[in-house]
C-alpha cells in the first residue's frame, strides 16, 4: 500500500504540474471563466491529491525516503516538460537532472 501512495504522489504531481503549465497562457487573476479552466482546475485538483498523500505518508515513510521521492518527481516534470511542451534544456540542467538521478539511486541502496 505505501509503494502504491508514494508512486500515487510522483503522478498526481507531475500531471498537476503538466496541467498547471498547459492552463497557465490561458489564466488570468482578473477573470472567472478563465480561472474555471478545467486545465487549471484538474492541475489545482491533482496537486491537492498529492498534498494530502503527501501527508499521509510523512505519518509512517521515513523522510529520507520521501526524498526520493521528489527526486523523482524533479526528473520525471523535467523530463513531461521536454516530450510534452517541446521545452528546451541545457546540457548543465542535464546534467543536473542526472545528477539527481544518481543522488536517488544512492539513497535507495
Known amino acids: 500500500m505505501t509503494y502504491l501512495l508514494l508512486f500515487l504522489v510522483v503522478v498526481f504531481n507531475v500531471l498537476g504540474q503538466v ?3 498547459r492552463s497557465s497562457p490561458d489564466v ?3 477573470t472567472l471563466s478563465s480561472l474555471l479552466n478545467s486545465y487549471l482546475l484538474t492541475g489545482v485538483f491533482l ?3 498529492a498534498l494530502f498523500t503527501w501527508l499521509y505518508l510523512l505519518r ?3 523522510l529520507f525516503w520521501l526524498s526520493v521521492v521528489l527526486g523523482c518527481i524533479i526528473v520525471l516534470s523535467t ?3 521536454v ?9 548543465a540542467q542535464i546534467f543536473g537532472v ?3 538521478v544518481f543522488g536517488v539511486v544512492l539513497i535507495a541502496h
Not at 84 to 89: E, G, P
Open 60 to 62: 509512517f515513510v521515513p
Open 28 to 30: 488570468s487573476i482578473f
Open 79 to 81: 523530463t513531461a516538460s
Open 83 to 91: 516530450v510534452v511542451f517541446n521545452d528546451t534544456i541545457s546540457w
Open 98 to 100: 542526472m545528477m539527481v
Open 47 to 49: 496537486q491537492i491529491l
Open 19 to 21: 496541467m498547471l503549465k
